[in-house]
Structure formats: structure tokens, C-alpha cells
């Protein structure tokens, strides 16, 4: 669960990053003229403008994370076992090179996945092969 929720940490602090760029310098500075220390002007000022930001992301992040595991799980219960999983079997096993070589595969076919994805969608809009 802690993995999931890291993983989609980005979405949470790219919707962040965004309502942080909402807040104008002058409306803080407006209230450090009045008098207004750090942490008053952050909890009056900046964060009521930046908490929608931040709870969207983490909903959005909390979404996916749940939709994840739940793939993950109706995948493993149905008998197909991840290659992430078998990666971490063999190498805890003491198998380094199965594990190596699962890992070559996963490598491969995410590339493969790139190249595609890159020559179908790439011509349009100026991909890396393309």
C-alpha cells in the first residue's frame, strides 16, 4: 500500500505545484505589511487557496492507487503471477539470474511498448522516433 501511495505521489504534487502558482506573491506580502507573520499568513492566505489543489491530487493519487492494487489482485488470484513478482521471488530465492533475466524481458517489452505507442500517437505530435 505505502508503494502504491508513493508511486502516485507525482499526480498529488503536480495538482499541488499548480494551485501554488495561483497564489500572487502580492496578496502574502499584502498581509506581511499588515503584520501578518509566516506561518499566519500561510495558514490564512495561502493554504484556504491551495488545500482544493492538494486534497484533488491526493483523491486522484488515492483513486488510482486502489484501482492498482485491486487489478493486482484479481490478476494474482486468477492463477497469472506479475513479472515484478516473480523478479522479487527469484532474487529473494537466491536465483539472480532468473531474476536478471525476467527482468531483460520487462525491459524489453517496455520498450517495445514505447516504441509503438511513440510511432502510432509520435507522428502526431513529434515523438522520440518518430
Not at 499541488?16 to 509566516?38: F, I, Q, R
Not at 507522428?123 to 522516433?129: E, P, Q, S
Amino acid at each position: 500500500p505505502l508503494v502504491l501511495a508513493v508511486r502516485r505521489l507525482p499526480y498529488t504534487v503536480r495538482s499541488s505545484y499548480s494551485s501554488l502558482l495561483l497564489v500572487h506573491k502580492s496578496m502574502e506580502e499584502a498581509a506581511e505589511n499588515v503584520g501578518a507573520g509566516k506561518l499566519i499568513t500561510f495558514r490564512d492566505i495561502t493554504a484556504p487557496l491551495v488545500w482544493k489543489g492538494i486534497l484533488v491530487g491526493a483523491i486522484f493519487s488515492f483513486i488510482m492507487s486502489i484501482q492498482e492494487a485491486s487489478a493486482t489482485l484479481f490478476l494474482t488470484l486468477g492463477g497469472w503471477e506479475m513479472i515484478p513478482f516473480g523478479i522479487f521471488t527469484y532474487y529473494i530465492a537466491g536465483s539472480h539470474s532468473q531474476a536478471a533475466a525476467l527482468g531483460v524481458i520487462l525491459i524489453v517489452l517496455c520498450a517495445a511498448s514505447l516504441y509503438v505507442v511513440n510511432r502510432v500517437a509520435g507522428a502526431r505530435v513529434g515523438g522520440l522516433f518518430g
